[in-house]
């Protein structure tokens, strides 16, 4: 694994709602500013970081679904957290904290 794939990896963030797990990774710091000067929201937040799941059934996405998984896919995603409120919210608070981790354990090793 190359250094910018380990780079890239250290970002990874699993986000949990549920049964449900959403995987994505945590926003760099330019991207974090730019979501703050854009005034992103959650719905947006989330289509940006988020790129796959675990455990999602098709009655986790819309009522009425069978309880057959459901494979991960950007467009049915999509679909999905449009009308999903309090996901996108525990998505866009899980990212936040992991940058604010991210930021807390730099800033730690920046004074040893």
């Known amino acids: 694994m190359s250094l910018v794939d380990r780079m890239k990896e250290s970002r990874k963030v699993e986000v949990v709602y549920g049964e449900m797990k959403f995987i994505g990774r945590r926003p760099t710091l330019e991207e974090f500013g730019k979501l703050y000067n854009d005034n992103a929201n959650s719905y947006e937040i989330a289509y940006k970081f988020i790129n ?14 069978s309880d057959d998984l459901v494979s991960f896919s950007p467009e049915i995603f999509r ?7 309090n996901v996108a919210e ?3 608070d899980s990212l936040v904290e992991a940058l604010n981790q991210y ?10």
């Open 52 to 65: 796959g799941w675990e455990n999602v059934k098709e009655s986790n996405l819309f009522h009425g679904g």
């Open 79 to 85: 679909e999905f957290i449009c009308d999903a409120p």
């Open 90 to 92: 525990v998505i866009r």
């Open 103 to 112: 930021l807390s354990t730099k800033e730690a090793l920046q004074k040893n």
